[in-house]
């Protein structure tokens, strides 16, 4: 039996990716989807249009980096740090020492494990499992292998437990196999699922995925490998399944040390995980944050030209087929341009989401050929192997034997493993203007806050446009995208303003007590309803919350298409209606309107009643990275010199903002008080 299964059709499969990356839209019948799209709500429709039409246009711009070896290898720099960026990486965290320890060891006929952890940040353990020949010659350097878990639940004694024959088979045959516990199913128990059912848009904001915790430790983890006596520090490794697949790609796209990678079932595409809903079947630890709004093969793209065996089952419904088809066509052609044609390669098995024989063997072999040099048939991977099923778990170790803190008493007291989202990724240092610096400290925080926070946003937001006659309007903010003013627009008098009302639901209108206190009798009061409010709404379901993920996966967010919507019918106003253009907004919207008005210069000023007050509130308005650049007091200075009437029950929370707006010479633009903020 061949080692390596090719998919039936091959061929006409690269025509059809040729296609999709050319042309756009993949052929409906290669479309695998995973369960039927929303339709309950009455702006389902709409927004899952507008996430397939930006998930077509991001994943074209692959076709530029297929254009010449020349191209790729001048963009490689750049891209190797948004990379790391968009993992919570980049600048590179301090590798500080890991502090090892091996706190016991078993031993075999021919084998030996080691229980042990390392801090791959200080006061972040990773739990482990080492196997290694028992008998080896002395001074022999052994290839190594890290091998990165997937989602296997063991409770107490650590993912890694559920994966010990493949550390065994690879003892038996030579190797140094270092199995690491993820971050979410390891002796210390910590979370992956924040954005998916926890509520923890704050994520969003401090630019943290789980994703990334998992490439450093397994970064930290070659580290180690390469501080042992007994490892060949450039014959290493890295492979899992499922999350572990995941996991590989991320390691090996991040860490030029692995010289050969095998992903078993951790990667589709983006127009698997967002218009096909794939996004739906994982969880935080599978995505990074696509600020710089990435082609999604471009990530495996980053191994090339190293080894690399590419490993699915036809029948998985979180990793389907047409998406494999897509991946490894793509990587193919990047392999290609390098001359490296033989080192990529597939392998597709029959069934669903598993680790079966003969992926074993493929993987097995694959790695035998390029640390050892030996392309000899493997034919005992079913030795010592486990029955992974719940109700037979048939370990060949008793896996209460393989803990490394064998009791609670024995846990870290000091582990920050489960706040590890509250510190792995450091928030900006906050940054007031000095003296005469306020121009261009401002243009230092709007630069960066359109390169990492607005990225997806034109430099200059153009204005809505009338769709129709009809009252009150129908307007296009961007292709997609359909909204309804609540209001048909009637001019002030000369002396008036015209307030445009980011609404936070329903309930906000002209009439609302916490905004009539604060009009005078002239002004003229317009309701927005951004995207996903009112007539716009769409389906949400905690979890797994597909719109808001989806959202991230294109490099974006939906109140950053709030955004652009207060900005777009801003200006919208400001031609129709020749009058000053004030935005408002309360608690949430009040923030939406204030970036709203930071992108648009043609807004006069801002209203703003009971604004949320930090980023890392879970109420704030989600902006990818924002913590990264500043909070919302500090960003909000850079309205500065453009009046502001900011109502807030904490107005001590804004001193930051009255002193950019001193810093500006605008004291007496910004009104700052206390008063009745809600209904």
């Avoid at 719109?547 to 967010?557: K, N």
């Avoid at 919207?589 to 209203?607: N, S």
Wanted: net charge negative; aromatic share 8%; hydrophobic share 40%.
């Amino acid at each position: 039996m061949p080692v390596h299964l090719r998919f039936v059709g091959r061929v006409f499969s690269v025509l059809a990716t040729t296609l999709c990356i050319f042309a756009g839209y993949p052929p409906s019948a290669y479309s695998q989807e995973y369960g039927k799209p929303d339709r309950g709500q009455p702006g389902d429709a709409m927004i899952q249009r507008y996430l397939q039409a930006r998930t077509t246009q991001l994943e074209a711009s692959l076709a530029d980096d297929l254009a010449s070896l020349e191209t790729w290898r001048e963009r490689l720099p750049q891209y190797r740090e948004e990379y790391l960026y968009m993992l919570g990486l980049w600048p590179l965290p301090e590798k500080t020492p890991l502090q090892p320890r091996v706190t016991g060891t078993l031993e075999g006929d021919d084998y030996v494990v080691e229980m042990l952890h390392y801090q791959s940040r200080p006061r972040l353990y990773v739990t482990a499992n080492l196997y290694r020949p028992r008998h080896k010659q002395p001074g022999e350097k052994l290839p190594a292998v890290l091998y990165v878990c997937g989602h296997s639940g063991r409770g107490r004694n650590g993912n890694k437990t559920a994966f010990q024959p493949h550390g065994l088979w690879f003892a038996r045959h030579g190797y140094v196999c270092l199995v690491v516990d993820t971050l979410q199913l390891g002796e210390i128990a910590a979370v992956h699922h924040g954005t998916y059912r926890e509520n923890r848009w704050w994520w969003h904001a401090r630019g943290y995925t789980p994703a990334g915790v998992e490439c450093w430790n397994g970064v930290r983890g070659i580290d180690y490998l390469q501080s042992r006596d007994d490892v060949d520090p450039k014959r290493i490794a890295v492979t899992g399944i499922s999350g572990g697949g995941a996991a590989t790609f991320w390691i090996a796209a991040a860490d030029e040390r692995v010289s050969t990678a095998v992903p078993v079932s951790g990667m589709a595409d983006l127009q698997s995980y967002v218009p096909h809903r794939v996004v739906n079947g994982h969880c935080d630890c599978m995505f990074l944050y696509n600020t710089f709004q990435w082609p999604w093969a471009r990530i495996a793209a980053l191994a090339a030209p190293r080894p690399m065996l590419f490993v699915n089952s036809d029948q998985d419904p979180i990793f389907p087929m047409d998406a494999n088809e897509r991946i490894i066509n793509t990587l193919e052609r990047f392999y290609s341009m390098y001359g490296a044609g033989d080192q990529i390669d597939a392998v597709v098995s029959i069934g669903g989401h598993a680790y079966r024989q003969d992926i074993r063997q493929a993987a097995f072999r694959f790695i035998n050929i390029h640390l050892q040099g030996d392309p000899g048939f493997i034919d005992d991977s079913e030795v010592a192997l486990s029955d992974e099923t719940k109700s037979n778990p048939g370990h060949p170790i008793a896996p209460e034997k393989l803990r490394v803190f064998p009791t609670d008493a024995d846990l870290p007291e000091d582990e920050l493993n489960t706040s590890i989202d509250e510190h792995f990724v450091p928030i900006a240092e906050t940054t007031l203007p000095q003296g005469g610096g306020f121009e261009s400290w401002k243009e230092t925080k709007l630069k960066e806050l359109r390169r990492v926070v607005f990225r997806s946003l034109p430099e200059r937001i153009p204005a809505a446009e009338r769709l129709d006659d009809q009252v009150p309007p129908r307007l296009t903010t961007e292709p997609g995208i359909q909204l309804t003013l609540r209001n048909d627009i009637q001019a002030p008098t000369e002396a008036g303003r015209m307030i445009l009302l980011v609404a936070n639901n329903e309930d906000d209108a002209p009439s609302s007590e916490w905004l009539r206190t604060h009009l005078k009798p002239e002004d003229r009061v317009v309701v927005l309803d951004p995207r996903g409010i009112g007539a716009t709404r769409w389906t949400v379901h905690n979890p797994p919350n597909y719109v808001a993920r989806a959202h991230v996966l294109l490099g974006t967010t939906v109140d950053t298409g709030r955004v652009r919507d207060a900005a777009a019918t801003a200006r919208w106003l400001k031609q129709h209606t020749n009058r000053s253009i004030t935005l408002a907004g309360r608690g949430a919207a009040g923030l939406i309107a204030a970036y709203a008005a930071m992108l648009e210069p043609e807004v006069d000023g801002v209203l703003l009643v009971d604004p949320t007050t930090t980023h890392r509130d879970a109420s704030a308005p989600q902006f990818l990275n924002v913590l990264r650049v500043a909070d919302a007091p500090e960003l909000l200075g850079l309205l500065a010199p453009r009046p502001m009437k900011l109502v807030s029950n904490n107005a001590a929370a804004w001193r930051y903002t009255a002193v950019c707006y001193d810093a500006a010479g605008a004291q007496q633009q910004l009104s700052i008080g206390t008063g009745k903020a809600s209904q």
